[in-house]
């Protein structure tokens, strides 16, 4: 009932407004349809790239992988990197005992690295440990005691941790956040696609059990939705746009290379205006840029699990989508601005326009709402019924066809959220280029408002907000212009 009442209403939006209004607004329409045309041209080729993708490409290189890894002698050795930081007791000893389980059904043997700094995490994990129900004796635990001062240093000084075991190429890195549980068989499941010499790493799909109101729960549902069609259509290339941090699985001798550490503990951009800008979060972001700009492959797999549990960071669902929406985009944006510079024949002509894309987005995004605005004020205000109707149905459709991805209905709150997600998302990206040096982790005090030896005219709070005011004042004098409203 609730889907029939949404179609209802968007078709009693569109029925609204007389065709006199049409007339008189078709040049913002004009807009509107040129950028649509172009947004959902884009969202068709990765819909096509990855059903081809899940159906026939991964399917034929996952058999021809584990053929190969069969016929072999050697069975990869997994060393497992888990951080622990301000967790839940009772989340941190559910996600333990995913690792010790699928250290246990390695057959390679496993060493688990448990980096911590609160001294009762040490004793819940030995407690964990030396209760599970199967046999441990092929698995080695480490603690690496470190001081609070990040995730970029544990992941440094674990990965040092993990290269004084001398390692092989065909041995695996996993990479688990402490929020994170790994399917028992991620070993099994992810070391045959290692025969590819040039692949340096691989991630998997993930679903969401987040704590929290219903809208938190449905967007992070929504948004993993989003990410399994668009992690499939990168997958086709080899290429995905990011290694999740929640896990991922690296080649051993490449995940404790010197200058790969050095990338997550010490990472950096040298920015025109902000001079250098050290990076406090986004190590899921170095590490893929590393083994970008060294021409490895990053597969994905998308009938491997990942449960990532989330806790709503924020009392209100605006607060807690905005608070990490700041996070995830600042790190894309502080990256890939530098990956845009690396040859598109080196990583593939997709990526590299997938990555502009990412840049681009957030400007056309906000052309719709900046069309409505000045239809609204100076053509009619029934303007806005017709984008709200055209608003509901795509959204609707949209989600109709990412529901494909999971061989389930969505809940009627999937198109609102997807909206949300697109123009507020759009806004902090907007706000997030020109502060790049502002980052914040969610679960920790720590942050950073960069480092920089520029001369500057202005501090750069107020000439960021300069240019971010000059930038919107431009999109909407362009949208004006085409739109012929003047």
């Not at 939006?13 to 007389?18: D, G, Y």
């Not at 790239?49 to 058999?63: T, V």
């Not at 696609?193 to 449905?218: I, N, P, W, Y």
């Not at 951009?269 to 492959?297: A, E, M, P, Q």
């Amino acid at each position: 009932m609730a889907h029939l009442l949404y179609l209802l209403v968007c078709v009693q939006l569109a029925l609204l407004v007389p065709v006199s209004v049409l007339s008189a607004a078709s040049g913002a329409i004009l807009v509107l349809g040129a950028i649509g045309t172009w947004r959902y041209s884009w969202a068709l080729v990765n819909f096509l790239r990855a059903g081809y993708f899940l159906k026939i490409a991964y399917p034929r290189r996952k058999r021809r992988a584990e053929a190969l890894y069969n016929v072999q002698t050697h069975r990869a050795h997994a060393f497992f990197l888990t951080t622990t930081y301000k967790i839940a007791p009772e989340i941190s000893a559910r996600v333990y005992r995913s690792v010790f389980l699928a250290a246990a059904r390695s057959a390679g043997g496993a060493t688990v690295v448990a980096s911590v700094v609160d001294p009762a995490d040490i004793r819940l994990i030995r407690h964990v440990f030396s209760s599970m129900p199967v046999s441990m004796s092929g698995v080695r635990l480490i603690f690496d005691r470190i001081e609070g001062t990040g995730k970029r240093d544990a992941l440094a000084v674990s990965l040092r941790t993990i290269a004084n075991q001398c390692p092989t190429r065909r041995d695996v890195v996993v990479f688990v956040d402490g929020d994170s549980c790994v399917p028992e068989d991620v070993v099994a499941r992810t070391a045959p696609f290692f025969v590819d010499e040039k692949l340096g790493a691989l991630t998997t799909d993930e679903m969401s059990e987040a704590t929290g109101g219903r809208l938190f729960r449905d967007w992070f549902d929504l948004r993993f939705s989003q990410r399994q069609m668009m992690m499939c259509s990168m997958g086709l290339g080899e290429r995905v746009l990011t290694l999740t941090g929640r896990m991922s699985v690296f080649r051993a001798n490449l995940a404790t290379h010197p200058e790969f550490i050095a990338a997550i503990q010490s990472d950096f951009i040298d920015h025109w205006r902000l001079g250098r800008v050290d990076f406090l979060t986004g190590d899921d972001k170095s590490t893929w840029f590393w083994l970008l700009k060294n021409g490895y492959k990053m597969a994905y797999l998308p009938d491997v699990k990942t449960v990532s549990i989330e806790t709503q960071p924020r009392d209100g669902f605006i607060d807690s989508a905005i608070v990490l929406m700041t996070r995830w985009f600042g790190n894309m944006l502080r990256t890939n601005g530098r990956a845009l510079a690396l040859s598109p024949t080196t990583i593939g002509f997709f990526t590299w326009w997938s990555i502009l894309d990412q840049r681009v987005s957030m400007w056309t995004t906000l052309v719709g709402p900046v069309s409505l605005v000045l239809a609204a004020l100076f053509v009619d205000p029934l303007a806005i019924a017709l984008y709200l109707s055209w608003v509901m149905f795509t959204r609707y459709l949209y989600c109709g066809l990412i529901s494909l991805f999971r061989g389930r209905y969505f809940p009627i709150t999937y198109p609102f959220l997807l909206y949300f997600g697109q123009i507020v998302g759009a806004v902090v990206k907007s706000f997030i280029l020109f502060r790049l040096d502002r980052q914040k982790w969610t679960r920790q005090n720590t942050s950073s408002a960069g480092q920089t030896g520029k001369v500057r005219l202005l501090p750069n709070g107020s000439f960021s907000l300069y240019l971010h005011g000059l930038a919107l004042c431009w999109l909407v004098f362009g949208v004006a212009l085409v739109a012929g409203i003047t």
